[in-house]
Structure formats: C-alpha cells, structure tokens
Nanobody, 122 residues
Framework: QVQLVESGGGLVQLGGSLRLSCAAS????????MGWYRQAPLKERELVAA???????NYVESVKGRFTISRDNAKNMVYLQMNNLTPEDTAVYYC????????????????WGRGTQVTVSS
C-alpha cells in the first residue's frame, strides 16, 4: 500500500509559480511510475503529468511548457514545478502511484492522498 502526502500548494497571482511536493512511502518507490492529478470545482479529476521510474515525463497538453515533473528516488519524493500559472490551473492537486506503458499512464495504484490546494488569482 502506498501512502502519499502532498504539500506546497497556496495562493498565487496570475503568472506566478509554485512547486508541489509529494512524499511517498510503503512501496518500492523507485520501481514505479508516479503522476500528478488535479480536480477543479465541479470538474472530474484529470491527470496532469506523469513520470516513469527512470525519469521520463509526460504531460497533458494544457500544461506543456509550463509544468515540470521530477522525482528523487533516494528521497521517495515527486515534485511538480508549475510556472506561468493561470486561474484555469486552480484545483486540488494530488499525486498518485501509476502504472505506465512507456510514458503513457494505463492505471492508478492505491489510494489518494489528501491533496494540496492551488489557487491562482487574476
């Protein structure tokens, strides 16, 4: 079972930046893919970015060029650097252990963490 704790959210202005962190435990972290999801009010949760065990990333089109996912296997940490934020990025952000085929996510493993709120004001 994977335990996940997200942090780093907050309130930023249009064009600002945030770095989200996810601490993972309870699983052989370095052997699996990890992903960041987000859920905006009244919307379904969506996958934003994922990274393979060896560090290959994949992004949803709307965040390409603005968000960067990374991981530190020695620390069991996953990060999401978010730049040039817009109000459309406002959501609760969650990390998750994922199954990947190449850089494509084909499933999610385990339970969700509590998430971290990101709010972008205009």
């Amino acid at each position: 079972q994977v335990q996940l704790v997200e942090s780093g959210g907050g309130l930023v202005q249009l064009g600002g930046s945030l770095r989200l962190s996810c601490a993972a435990s309870g699983r052989t972290f370095s052997s699996g893919g990890m992903g960041w999801y987000r859920q905006a009010p009244l919307k379904e949760r969506e996958l934003v970015a994922a990274i393979t065990s060896d560090g290959s990333p994949n992004y949803v089109e709307s965040v390409k060029g603005r968000f960067t996912i990374s991981r530190d296997n020695a620390k069991n940490m996953v990060y999401l650097q978010m730049n040039n934020l817009t109000p459309e990025d406002t959501a609760v952000y969650y990390c998750a252990a994922v199954l990947m085929r190449g850089t494509r996510v084909i499933g999610r493993i385990g339970s969700w963490g509590r998430g971290t709120q990101v709010t972008v004001s205009s």
